[in-house]
C-alpha cells in the first residue's frame, strides 16, 4: 500500500490536494483538503465548524479522492456526483478512518489510518501546490530582469512550498533563489 501511496506523490512532509468526501448525521460533504504523510501517518487540517469535521466526528471515516483540477473545483461548487465516496472521475481514492483529532484553536490536525487504497488510473499522481508554485517561480525567475514584480510573486510561492512542499521541493526552490540572488538567470 506503501508503494501505491509513494506512486501518487506522497512522500514525508508533501501535501497533496484531494477531495474529501465524509458522510455522517448531516449531508454527505466535497471538499477540498490537504492531505500528507509525517512519521508514518497521514493528517489533514480540519476547520472545526466545517462540515466535513462535524462528519468526521459523527463517523469517523472518509474517502480522500485523488483528482484533478477539473474535478477540485467541481467538487467545491457542488456539481460532482459521488458514490461510495469516490467522485467521478478520481484517478485514485484512499479509504481513510481518523485514529485521533489534536485540537488547534480554531483547526483541527486530523490523523487517519489508510485502510484501503484504490488507482484507478496507473498514471495517477497526486496534486501538490508546491510543485505547481515551483513551476510558476520559475517561469517569474525568467522575467525578473523584466520587471521587478515578478520578485514579489516569487515571494509569495515560497511560502506556498515551505507549507506544502518535501525537503527535495524546499531545496529545489532555495537553488532557483540562490541562482536569482546571484544574477545568474
Known sequence: MKDKLGDIGFR??????????????REP????IGVWREDGSYWSKIHKESDTYQNLLDLDVCTANIVGVEQIVRGLVGSLPVEDGVV???????????????DRDVWCLTR???????????????????????LESAIHASRVDLERSHSEFI???REIVRKTGDSFEKELFMELVDCLRRGDL
Open 12 to 25: 514525508e512532509g508533501r501535501v497533496i490536494e484531494t477531495l474529501l468526501v465524509t458522510g455522517g448525521r
Open 29 to 32: 460533504n466535497i471538499a477540498p
Open 88 to 102: 467521478e472521475g478520481a484517478d485514485a481514492v484512499m479509504r481513510l478512518e481518523v485514529v485521533e483529532f489534536v
Open 112 to 134: 487517519y489510518s489508510v485502510d484501503e487504497v484504490d488507482v484507478y488510473d496507473r498514471c495517477a499522481r497526486g496534486l501538490c501546490r508546491a510543485e505547481l508554485s515551483l
Open 155 to 157: 515571494e509569495h510561492y
